[in-house]
C-alpha cells in the first residue's frame, strides 16, 4: 500500500481530471482550492459536498465571506465554541472536507 502525507495527498487531488476525462459534463476541474490545513486531532469531521461553483466563496477562504463557514461557525458558537478562524476551527477539533473536489455546473447549480 502506497503511504502519502497529507500535502503529496492533496496535491495528487489538485492533479485530478478524472471526471472531465470520463466524460462528465458539468463538472468544472481541476479546482486548486484545497483545505488550508492538514487534520489532527480531529474529533468532529464535517462533510460538505463540494466546492461552491464561485471560486471567490471558499470554506477554507479566510477572505471572502463564505456562507457554509458562517453557518458552521455560528452553529458551534451557539453550543460554545469561541471560533473567529480556521486554526480556531481546527484546534477545536474540528475539520470540513468535501465530498468532491471539482464544483459541478449542470444547469447552473453547485
Known amino acids: 500500500m502506497l503511504e502519502m502525507n497529507w500535502k503529496e ?3 495528487g ?6 471526471c472531465r476525462a470520463e466524460g462528465l459534463s458539468g463538472v468544472r476541474c ?6 488550508t490545513l492538514e487534520p489532527k486531532n480531529v474529533k468532529l469531521l464535517f462533510v460538505s459536498e463540494a466546492p ?3 471560486t471567490q466563496f471558499y470554506f477554507y477562504n479566510e477572505n471572502s465571506n463564505d456562507r457554509l463557514r ?3 461557525f455560528g452553529i458551534l458558537h451557539d453550543v460554545g465554541y469561541e471560533l473567529n478562524s480556521i486554526k480556531d476551527f481546527n ?4 475539520y470540513l472536507l468535501p465530498t468532491a473536489k471539482c464544483p459541478s455546473a449542470r444547469n447552473g447549480l453547485n
Open 9 to 11: 495527498l492533496q496535491e
Open 13 to 18: 487531488i489538485k492533479r485530478c481530471t478524472k
Open 30 to 35: 481541476p479546482d486548486a482550492r484545497a483545505p
Open 52 to 54: 461552491p461553483l464561485n
Open 70 to 72: 458562517n453557518r458552521v
Open 91 to 94: 484546534d477545536a477539533g474540528f
